[in-house]
T-cell receptor, first 116, second 113 residues
Framework: GAGVSQSPSNKVTEKGKDVELRCDPI?????LYWYRQSLGQGLEFLIY????????KSGLPSDRFSAERTGGSVSTLTIQRTQQEDSAVYLC??????????????FGPGTRLLVL | GESVGLHLPTLSVQEGDNSIINCAYS??????FIWYKQESGKGPQFIID?????DKRQGQRVTVLLNKTVKHLSLQIAATQPGDSAVYFC????????????FGAGTILRVKS
């Protein structure tokens, strides 16, 4: 079946512009996660959606970052007034039962963001 | 073990040899652990997981060992192949982290033919 998909695969933007990154989770997965991966680094948690519950936003680095998940499926991560330090790979993952169930997270290919 | 920053530890092995990748995790309350493989330009791919009530779990060509006494996790890959070349991440989950996965910085595995 289809895995997690993300778009665009690459995004180059100018400092100060806003960007939107999209994630389509695996069909039927109730949990969705966003991570950021800087060059040569591990994954940094950003935000977690589980069903209809309020999202866990504890990893968002600033108020320039926001995310929403419409209809319990597709999610959009928005970065406003981008800065050069926002350049990274943004990864989305989904799982069938969420964190409490300890279920495996399946990752998309990521969006490579470069802020000039 | 893991390290932070741009200087990821690197393990170089000959094709056909066994590989052992190590991870020192930080939280004694962590109850779930997972290994991911990330090839260049791709997202992380699940390899194997283990819960804290186990000390060993085997998959196809891979084995994960958990030593809770010293908070150490290892991934063993049998008969390493060129396609195994990638960055390998361990991750831990604990209620103290809000049940979120916390990832290590990664280890680079290079397989020489």
């Amino acid at each position: 079946g289809a895995g997690v998909s993300q778009s665009p695969s690459n995004k180059v933007t100018e400092k100060g512009k806003d960007v939107e990154l999209r994630c389509d989770p695996i069909s039927g997965h109730t949990a969705l996660y966003w991570y950021r991966q800087s060059l040569g680094q591990g994954l940094e948690f950003l935000i977690y959606f589980q069903g209809n519950s309020a999202p866990d936003k504890s990893g968002l680095p600033s108020d320039r970052f926001s995310a929403e998940r419409t209809g319990g499926s597709v999610s959009t991560l928005t970065i406003q007034r981008t800065q050069q330090e926002d350049s990274a790979v943004y990864l989305c993952a989904s799982s069938s039962r969420g964190l409490a169930g300890g279920e495996t997270q399946y990752f998309g290919p990521g969006t490579r963001l470069l802020v000039l | 073990g893991e390290s932070v920053g741009l200087h990821l530890p690197t393990l170089s092995v000959q094709e056909g040899d066994n590989s052992i990748i190590n991870c020192a995790y930080s939280n004694s309350a962590s109850d779930y652990f997972i290994w991911y493989k990330q090839e260049s330009g791709k997202g992380p791919q699940f390899i194997i997981d283990i819960r804290s009530n186990m000390d060993k779990r085997q998959g196809q060509r891979v084995t994960v060992l958990l030593n809770k006494t010293v908070k150490h996790l290892s991934l063993q890959i049998a008969a390493t192949q060129p396609g195994d070349s990638a960055v390998y991440f361990c991750a831990e989950k604990s209620w103290e982290y809000g049940n979120k996965l916390v990832f290590g910085a990664g280890t680079i595995l290079r397989v020489k033919s």
